[in-house]
């Protein structure tokens, strides 16, 4: 049973879950040392490796994101070695603070608010100075700029003792990502975002280069160590107790998304991308994000009108949807509006009209 006036989440994260999705969660629970369980496992992997694009194991945690973040910064940068975190928003702001508070030693490329990292910058910073590990925002989901990773990768793999880290935590699913074409070492992303699951899950792909670094490392921690990860993969089960109803619901959602095909899905988020800012330049609202690099999965509108995104959320409440404020130091001076996972073009633009309609009322 689900409560009823449920309002639709237009956040980006946690995004609305479709009603299958919530009820595969309610399967009969299985014991994660069984022979259903590894089953359960390997469909898994096979499915994941042809969502990231990649040959290599897909780790499956029970974390959100953020423990991934730290497994990677953990096990991936030695002692006495340095990582660069190319920053620009709030999200790649943490991670580096993730890295440092592993006691990491850290340097940044960082970038103004809305605007996305070059090749050059990554170049120019590898040509002086050598680091272990470059860490990458894919899509920055404060400022709704997708960063671009493929070209940072040609770089970053120009060097052989420096792996490229990268978090595509609201992009995966959404927007597009090529984990091995583009130089990948680690693709790391979380459950409720694109990839439209309930929050619980984080998955990560990973290179052999990077479990080669990891028994570098002497200090990896215990619950992210990932080199004990990767020896009961190989078994097709996980050092300690998984979430096995979120695993249920991801396996099935992964069917779903190949039902779709993957192409078909990133060309779905474009299209709500392309909606959305359509719409945004007949109402005389600005983007945030640098041309060019505007997100597939979330659009950061700049509030030129002055409203009051508060009353925007307390209306558009009315209207069955959950609204988004902006987030950190943008909060408030700009909004977001969600078109990822699950969202249809039709649902995008039902949001659009009731934001249409607070937008007359409040210009009154
Ligand atoms: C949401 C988000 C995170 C944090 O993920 P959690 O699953 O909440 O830990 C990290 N990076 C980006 C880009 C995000 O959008």
Redesign the pocket.
């Known amino acids: 049973m689900r409560t009823e006036n449920h309002k639709k989440l237009v956040l ?2 946690p995004v609305e879950v479709r009603p299958e999705i919530l009820d595969a969660q309610a399967e009969w629970m299985i014991g994660h040392r069984s022979a259903a369980f590894a089953e359960l496992f390997a469909r898994m992997q096979t499915k994941l490796r042809l969502a990231f694009k990649t040959q290599n194991r897909v780790f499956v945690q029970g974390s ?3 423990g991934l973040w730290e497994g990677a910064s953990r096990n991936c940068i030695r002692d006495g070695r340095k990582a660069l975190h190319l920053i620009g928003g709030a ?1 790649s702001e943490r991670w580096a603070d993730v890295s440092r508070l592993n006691g990491k030693e850290v340097d940044v490329i960082e970038v103004p608010w809305g605007e996305a990292h070059t090749a050059e910058m990554v170049q120019a910073a590898l040509q002086k100075e050598q680091y272990d590990v470059v860490c990458a ?1 894919h ?3 404060s400022t709704g700029v997708t960063h671009p990773i493929r070209e940072i990768g040609e770089v970053v793999r120009q060097y052989e003792d420096t792996l490229f880290l990268v ?1 595509t ?2 992009g995966f699913l959404g927007a597009e990502l090529r984990t091995d074409d583009w130089g990948i070492d680690v693709a790391l992303t ?1 459950s ?2 694109a990839f439209a699951l309930p ?1 619980g899950l ?1 998955f990560a792909a990973v290179s052999d280069r990077v479990l080669e670094r990891a028994k570098q490392v002497t200090n990896r921690g215990y619950y992210f160590d990932f080199i004990e990860i990767d020896t009961l993969l190989q078994k097709n089960n996980t050092p300690s107790t998984p979430p096995v109803s979120l695993m249920f619901a991801a396996d099935r959602q992964l069917d779903d998304v190949m039902t779709e095909g993957l192409e078909n899905r990133w060309a779905r988020h474009i299209q709500m991308r392309d909606i959305t800012h359509a719409w945004a330049h007949n109402r005389g609202l600005a983007l945030y994000a640098q041309d060019g690099y505007r997100s597939p999965t979330v659009t950061t509108l700049a509030n030129t009108k002055g409203f009051s995104v508060d009353d925007m959320a307390k209306f558009m409440g009315g209207k069955g949807f959950s609204m988004d404020k902006g987030y950190g130091k943008i909060k408030g001076k700009t909004f977001r509006i969600a078109h990822m996972g699950d969202m249809s073009v039709s649902t995008l633009e039902e949001v659009l009209s009731g934001l249409d309609e607070f937008l007359v009322g409040d210009s009154q």
Do not use: H, R
């Open positions: 980006p994260g959100s994101g953020t999200f925002v899509n920055e989901t978090d935590v609201s979380s409720q975002k929050p984080a």
